[in-house]
């Protein structure tokens, strides 16, 4: 199955180590961040799972639930987190998926056989409160991934989810966003009372937008 962006997620039951789940019911109308790993016991992996735990207050912060996955069984998966807080100096407290019959990651296409037949690639998966898939990034088994760019996507997913902006190249939050082509000139003053600039016609910009 291959996933598009603005896809339904698809939703499933798994073990993990915090017990069955259904990704639906655990996700509720939080965001999710779903991302596999190749194996348990890795170096690449257990860098990668320490971040995410050392980065729970800024995921809680925007509403986040963070769940890995891997296709090794639960029992290694639960010895593994040990190894994880010990040399990461923290604490896994997010699920991690037993994906053993490769449910899942059939589900979400997360094996691509050129790189290998059995281990899951090092794909990522952004999803909305509204089940949707909103962003999708893939990383070779060789490489970590950047944890502080999934938080910048995150930040700019969910802004330009409730305004009409977008964000313009390697845009942090605070930054100046710019006004989306549906907006008309004439309206810009209206919708973005903090000010604006223009550039170009099509190239028109005004502070972050924040909630009042």
Known sequence: MSL??????????AQTTIGEIDFYE???DSWGVLFSHPADYTPVCTTELGKTALLKSEFDKRNVKALALS??????????ISDINETQ??????PLIADEDRKVS???????????ATATVRSLFIIGP??????MITYPASTGRNFNEVLRVIDSLQL???YSVATPANWEAGEDVIIGLGVKTEDIESKFPEG??????????TPQPTKQ
Request: glycine share 4%; net charge negative.
């Open 26 to 28: 655990y996700l509720g």
């Open 160 to 162: 330009t989810d409730e």
């Open 89 to 94: 100096n923290c604490s896994v407290e997010f």
């Open 106 to 116: 059939m589900l979400y296409d997360m094996i691509h056989p050129n790189a290998s």
């Open 196 to 205: 604006h600039r223009i550039v170009k016609p099509y190239l028109r910009y």
């Open 130 to 135: 509204d089940k949707k898939v909103k962003l």
């Open 4 to 13: 598009h962006l603005g896809d339904l997620a698809p939703n499933f039951t």
């Open 71 to 80: 296709i090794d069984p639960l029992d290694k998966h639960l010895a593994w």
